[in-house]
């Protein structure tokens, strides 16, 4: 079947450590996307691509980087920059065509040591 | 700017009985979608309902249907003969320029 996968599902870091988080799609979508869930709020929007080697700026990039290589690969690096990065984080992707609903991945967690 | 808002943080909502979520947003296109996501303690984000905003007919999914008002900026999610398995955060998201925009979400209780 096919679908978004997030690893790991936990993740831990410690002060000053940078972090990579993964997304791997095989629904053949272009657009990707990865989002912040922090306790009791929605989703913020971290970085997006619509296409490979593209990828823009979301609402709260500060302190993340992305690459989009493969049209497959989303990845997310959380670098020492991002003071506070304890969060779920959820990638999700798109098909094709204006207005079509996102699929999600089941989440990392992402805790400071 | 494109912002969702939801006002109600929290709702209950007694077993087979029915219960409204409101969403309001504002957007200056014309062109745009809206949705409902489901988020249950499992965390995972399912898709309940989608509307186009140039369709003025509401969508219906089973016992899910939106009252889409596109003038007062309105979206609206009803839940009909709740079930134990709806209780779960609601989150009311706007698609345009290739982003999605969602609100902070309501949390819905469902009483046996």
């Known amino acids: 079947d096919g679908g978004i996968t997030q690893s790991p599902k936990y993740l831990f870091r410690k002060e000053g450590q940078n972090v990579t988080l993964s997304c791997e799609q095989n629904?053949?979508?272009?657009?990707m996307y990865w989002y912040r869930q922090d306790p009791g709020q929605g989703l913020r929007l971290i970085y997006y691509?619509?296409?490979?080697?593209?990828?823009q700026k979301g609402d709260i990039a500060e302190g993340y980087s992305v690459s989009r290589e493969k049209k497959e690969s989303f990845p997310l690096t959380v670098t020492s920059a991002q003071k506070n990065p304890t969060a779920f984080y959820l990638c999700?992707?798109?098909?094709?065509?204006?207005?079509?609903?996102?699929?999600f991945g089941d989440g990392t967690r992402l805790s400071i040591l | 700017a494109q912002t969702v808002t939801q006002s109600q943080p929290e709702m209950s909502v007694q077993e087979a009985e029915t219960v409204t979520l409101s969403c309001t947003y504002d957007?200056?296109?014309?062109?745009?979608?809206l949705f409902w996501y489901k988020q249950p303690p499992s965390r995972q984000m399912i898709l309940v309902i989608r509307?186009?905003?140039?369709?003025?007919q509401n969508a219906t999914e089973n016992r899910f249907s939106v009252n889409f008002q596109k003038a007062a900026k309105s979206f609206s999610l009803k839940i009909s003969d709740s079930q134990l398995g709806d209780a779960a955060m609601y989150f009311c998201?706007?698609?345009?320029?290739?982003?999605?925009?969602f609100g902070s979400g309501t949390k819905l209780n469902v009483k046996p």
């Open positions: 629904l053949n979508h272009d657009a």
């Open positions: 999700a992707s798109t098909p094709p065509g204006p207005g079509q609903p996102q699929h």
């Open positions: 509307q186009e905003a140039y369709k003025q």
């Open positions: 957007t200056s296109e014309s062109d745009y979608y």
């Open positions: 998201a706007l698609y345009n320029f290739n982003k999605f925009y």
């Open positions: 691509s619509q296409i490979v080697n593209d990828f």
